[in-house]
């Protein structure tokens, strides 16, 4: 369907407006053609997928149907390459007599239609279903990939794979002949096909003495997807290697590389890969980074609205500094860049120092770091002075000069940007003063601190109320008089979320503000704790408040609360 074509409809139906259709073009313009204007509509909450199918069926006279409540026959699936599929986005369904009956995200593509007429020989009948249902039916039914069982039933029978005996005496080349081995190779494909069918965040590819496992990170939590055969170890990590255009021969030093690979529908997928020396052979983590899903809507995130609110007026002020902290993988890097997406202009000069650079956006010039070259934190931080900036994004503040320099730069007219790594707002005070920043200038320097964890969400189809005991909810933090009728859920696990009763991620946050009162503590030489207890009767939401909000919403389980948040004191 013409993208105009289709918004012009919705315009005419009052299900968008003329401005959120004129948006939702531009934005569509910056993306490609590739991305369907729907796609665009529902990804900025504009319309739900259910009532654009629901139009869809109902303008052009073609019912709808829900492709996860049926199961297709496989003979049926060889009706239609899967090339031609996955271009136009069709799964076929049925087949009664001469027709074929399709699933279509876009019952008006007569384009497709056609092709697939003349391609099958069927008659075709449209059905309409959700872009998205279509994308999961052809991930399931068109699975390229070899399955787990095929792959492992051809190594069996190949005992000449394994390709070294003593760790020390490695000989290069028959390794390098060995990660071309069809299974070896095959292996390696199912492995990161799989991780991304199944959203993973992380692989972990682990040696041990006796054991190789593969685990996947999923919406936070590793789960066992596989146990290779230990005859392969070096094989598989080797692949790996080569593929990340890494040193094979050297295994006795961490390395750093990036895998990219092209997908169906022209979608790219980097992988993030780290390689280090362990006692067992090295250990392999595989960080993937689509970007495509990634999310820089800040109204999508999971603050509440006045922390929110708090967020984007301190980001926005001309000077200061805003520093997000949290662990590893609790969303750090999406908030900051949430926010200079927000903030990038033509009208501004944002640089970012970034180790790794993640994600590449137009308008920001983003700096990778190489210490081993005198490429610091510190270094980039003094390039960027001497280049008109305005607004400024480092990675991370790890010591104090970097630190020293961020805080004069957010003193001499400029926005900083940063990530720390503490356990909550208020510890990040002391952990700048520990590194060596005086109290005055932490004081004056720092605009805002936001803390940040990522729970998972209930899973939306197989949510059901959970009874949690009074006593537990209040010693959680509940007040006792809201305890009584507090409703908590939790997943009971389905199809959709593999049966873990989750499906997403949620952030909770505490967005602390520097107020006049906690400037004065900080200047008079507070403690962590003190300047908690004062920034809670300001009205500053805790992480464990954020979590049990979300809990209240019916957003996360009780278990998640508990998982990743602490009480307060």
């Known amino acids: 369907m013409q993208s105009s074509r289709l918004g012009d409809l919705l315009v005419r139906n009052n299900l968008i407006t003329r401005e959120q259709l004129s948006a939702a073009l531009e934005e569509q313009k910056q993306a490609g053609s590739q991305v369907r204007l729907g796609t665009i ?13 629901s139009f869809l069926s109902k303008q052009y006279g073609v019912p709808s149907i829900s492709l996860s409540e049926v199961e297709i026959d496989p003979a049926v699936i060889k009706t239609v390459p899967v090339d031609v599929a996955q271009k136009y986005q069709v799964v076929p369904v049925n087949r009664a007599g001469g027709t074929l009956i399709v699933a279509m ?23 309409v279903a959700p872009e998205s249902a279509i994308k999961s039916a052809i991930d399931k039914y068109y699975d390229q990939s070899a399955s787990l069982a095929d792959v492992m039933s051809d190594i069996e ?7 070294v005996g003593d760790e020390e005496d490695v000989d290069i080349s028959s390794l390098e002949r060995a990660t071309e081995d069809a299974p070896v190779v095959k292996l390696v494909n199912l492995i990161l096909t799989d991780a991304i069918k199944k959203k993973a965040s992380d692989i972990h590819i682990e040696p041990y003495e006796r054991t190789f496992r593969v685990r996947y990170r999923i919406d936070g939590v590793l789960y ?6 230990m005859k392969l170890k070096n094989a598989i990590t080797s692949r790996i290697k080569i593929m990340s255009e890494l040193d094979i021969a050297e295994r006795r030093l961490p390395q750093d590389g990036r895998i990219k690979i092209k997908l169906g529908g022209g979608k790219d997928m980097d992988f993030r890969v780290s390689v280090l020396p362990t006692l067992f052979g090295e250990k392999i983590v595989l960080r993937l980074l689509d970007k495509s899903n990634l999310q820089l809507d800040m109204t999508k995130l999971g603050y509440e609205t006045d922390a929110l609110a708090h967020f984007q007026a301190e980001i926005h002020k001309p000077f200061g500094m805003v520093l997000v902290t949290g662990p590893t993988g609790s969303g750090k890097t999406v908030s900051l860049y949430s926010a200079l997406s927000e903030l990038n202009k033509v009208t501004e000069n944002i640089s970012t120092a970034e180790d790794p650079v993640e994600f590449n956006f137009a308008g920001i010039n983003q700096v990778q770091m190489h210490e081993d070259i005198g490429l610091t934190f510190a270094a980039a931080l003094r390039a960027f002075l001497r280049q008109d900036p305005d607004i400024i994004m480092i990675g991370e503040i790890r010591d104090f000069e970097t630190a020293e320099i961020a805080v004069k730069a957010a003193l001499t007219g400029h926005m900083v940007l940063s990530t720390l790594h503490t356990n909550d707002a208020p510890a990040t005070i002391n952990r700048l003063l520990n590194m060596g920043i ?14 940040q964890r990522l729970a ?20 959680a933090g509940v007040p006792k008089e809201e305890a009584e009728e507090f409703v908590c859920y939790h997943g009971t696990g389905c199809p959709k979320c593999n049966g873990t009763g989750f499906k997403g991620r949620v952030g909770f946050y505490q967005v602390m503000p520097m107020l006049e009162e906690i400037r004065e503590l900080i200047l008079n030489g507070a403690n962590t704790a003190e300047i908690k207890r004062e920034s809670m009767r300001l009205g500053i939401k805790t992480m464990r408040q954020s979590g049990l909000t979300k809990l209240k919403e019916g957003v996360t389980s009780f278990e998640e609360v508990l998982r990743v948040t602490v009480a307060d004191d």
């Open 438 to 451: 005086e109290p005055f200038l932490v004081a004056s320097a720092v605009n805002l601190i936001t803390a």
């Open 157 to 163: 029978g190949l005992e000449d794979l394994e390709v």
């Open 456 to 475: 998972r969400r209930v899973c939306s189809e197989c949510k059901v109320v959970e009874e949690v005991p009074v006593k537990a909810l209040i010693a």
């Open 224 to 229: 066992e997807a596989m146990k290779p055969p």
């Open 41 to 53: 509509l529902i990804r900025n909450s504009i319309i739900t997928e259910e009532d654009l199918v």
């Open 105 to 127: 995200s876009d019952p008006s593509n007569i384009f497709a239609v056609d092709d697939i007429r003349f391609m099958t020989g069927f008659s075709i009948e449209v059905v």
